[in-house]
């Protein structure tokens, strides 16, 4: 069965950077696009950055441009999103999603940003 399993969250002071990784089984992975989404306490669930099976092309929201960056490595059933300058309103539960074409999730990864 498909399976999503995010690791690699944490605290990390403003200004700072993490990479969280999704290890991905149960389909074939270089198929499809993947997504890392994030829902922060009190709000809806938000798309951060997706990128395509070969990873040609990638799509980030307004508000982590230039400051994240999404990769994948197919040999590794593995996306990565590597996360740079972090603000406070970063801190959020962090998922990885593929659609095959229904949804699938992992069970998140909690990124905090705090001093």
């Known amino acids: 069965q498909v399976q999503l399993v995010e690791s690699g969250g944490g605290l990390v002071q403003p200004g700072g950077s993490l990479r969280i990784s999704c290890a991905a089984s149960g389909f074939t992975f270089s198929d499809y696009t993947m997504r890392w989404y994030r829902q922060a306490p009190g709000k809806e669930r938000e798309l951060v950055a997706s990128i395509t099976s070969a990873g040609r092309y990638t799509v980030y929201a307004d508000s982590v441009k230039g400051r994240f960056t999404i990769s994948r490595d197919n040999a590794k059933n593995t996306v990565y999103l590597q996360m740079n300058s972090l603000k406070p309103e970063d801190t959020a539960v962090y998922y990885c999603?593929?659609?095959?074409?229904?949804?699938?999730w992992g069970q998140g990864t909690q990124v905090t940003v705090s001093s």
């Open positions: 999603n593929s659609r095959i074409p229904d949804d699938y």
